[in-house]
């Protein structure tokens, strides 16, 4: 499928809160997302023409990364736009002279968990119960990336 990898702002947070809604059990607010078009943050999006297909937000501090929000529509999964926004995410981390890219992912998140793995993210912990579920709460699952050497 084509589609191309651009930089997110703040005039595409409509789009943004649609996808997030349609995707999570429990999804951030118009608030919180907005919250991360800007600062610390950076968003990278999948647009085919005017639609937005996926978006990934990341959160840079000194030098470490964490990927925040991962989404694809569910008509389009499947499809690598995944695996291509946090790729293109990866190179600007790395650009950036990141060197660790941390997670969290839910524990019955198969599709995340098989992706993160696939692009060489390493489990690194458990968080118990860390997120609330429709029957309680959930495990997190912590994984990290290396780009250091
Ligand atoms: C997880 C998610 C972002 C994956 O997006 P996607 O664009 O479909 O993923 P890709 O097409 O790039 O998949 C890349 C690889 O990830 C793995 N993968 C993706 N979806 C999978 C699934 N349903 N089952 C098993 N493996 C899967 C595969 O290894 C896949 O490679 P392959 O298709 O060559 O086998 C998408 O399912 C989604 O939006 N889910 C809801 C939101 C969510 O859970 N976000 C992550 C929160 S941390």
Redesign the pocket.
Known sequence: MMFEIKPLSIADLPLLVVLEQQ??SHPMSEKQLASCLGGRYFAMGAWRGERLL?FAIAETVMDEGT?I??????D??????????LEALLQRWQQAGVVSVF????AG????L??Y??LGFNEIGLRRGYYPAADGREDAVQMAYSLGL
Do not use: M, Y
């Open positions: 995707s999570h996926g990927l929000d991962l989404v694809v529509a569910t389009v999964r499947r499809s690598g736009i995944a695996r291509r926004l997670l969290e992912v839910r998140n198969q599709a995340a098989q992706l793995h696939d």
